[in-house]
């Protein structure tokens, strides 16, 4: 009998995500495929350093101790099965919890998100990003930095995952009143509209199944916690209070700044992972904990 991935929490990653390969993308964009190919053989057997994502992934093993198998990663990469060998020997080295892998070999990843019942896709690649995004996966383009510092050895006690809301949990539709008539009509907007639930967004699925994760474990030991860091504030905050209680979906911390930075937040959270809609928020964040920027729709 078949593997169903339905009944897991599964996460694509690119090789790129997982690990630091800065230094030979700048080999595949300055000296092209075929030199980037020679470099990767060559260098197989050299052990990569981690990259962004590779806190995040080295957390979600925590689903897989003491029960079933709750968590499927999946390396998700436009490498070929040639030049696939140095990552796979990396992960073998840091003893992760990999064993598939989607290897395209230059061509679109997106159209197998859904073959592999992808809850959520991580890559440093835009137009990956993009088109997961548009296909209604929820999806994050990593932001690398070098201030970041990245430790394999971390010990790691429980998956922390922070959200932003609007454009991310939320639709865009609040959002879009905001950029284009202010802040007072914002406000207003929210109150006269605080019994009706928002529309979902790109990240709701992706939540929901976190919480169906969560429920599985007595409170004392779940080992995933989430939070909602959104420059919301009172009186905007009501409506998405009653949104998540109609969802019935667990968010564990929940924080509305009204334009305090988020930054210090996320630190003080310990998020290994932060996903936003606006870059004014992943780029000072990224110097902190890892984040991704979430695109808007094309499509």
Request: proline share 4%; charged share 25%; aromatic share 8%.
């Amino acid at each position: 009998m078949g593997i169903d991935l339905k009944d897991k929490l599964v996460i694509g990653i690119s090789s790129r995500a997982l690990f630091d390969l800065e230094e030979e993308n700048k080999i595949y964009e300055e000296q092209g495929l075929d030199a980037y190919c020679e470099y990767q053989v060559a260098h197989e057997k050299d052990i990569l350093k981690p990259g962004t994502a590779f806190p995040l992934i080295k957390a979600l093993h925590n689903l897989n101790v003491g029960k079933d198998k709750l968590c499927e990663i999946i390396i998700m990469s436009k490498n070929s099965a040639d030049t696939s060998l140095r990552i796979f020997n990396s992960i073998h080295h840091y003893g992760l919890d990999i064993t598939r892998a989607a290897l395209v070999d230059g061509s679109k990843i997106a159209p197998y998100l859904n073959a592999f019942s992808t809850d959520l896709f991580l890559s440093a690649n835009k137009e990956d990003v993009q088109e997961a995004i548009d296909g209604g996966i929820a999806a994050g383009l990593i932001c690398g930095h070098d201030d970041l510092e990245i430790s394999p050895d971390q010990s790691i006690a429980q998956i922390r995952i922070a959200f932003d809301g609007d454009a991310v949990i939320f639709s865009d539709e609040s959002e879009m009143i905001f950029r284009s008539q202010g802040l007072e009509a914002f406000d207003e907007h929210e109150k006269a509209n605080a019994a009706n639930p928002m529309a979902e967004g790109p990240f709701a699925k992706l939540l929901a199944a976190i919480s169906t994760v969560q429920s599985q474990f007595k409170n004392e030991n779940v080992p995933i916690r989430t939070a909602l860091i959104t420059a919301r504030c009172a009186p905007a905050h009501e409506r998405v209070i009653r949104t998540l209680r109609s969802w019935n979906v667990r968010i564990d911390e929940s924080f509305f700044l009204g334009g305090v930075p988020k930054a210090d937040v996320l630190k003080a959270f310990g998020a290994h992972i932060f996903f936003d809609d606006q870059l004014v928020h992943t780029n000072p964040a990224s110097k902190l904990v890892p984040s991704a920027w979430v695109p808007g729709k094309t499509k």
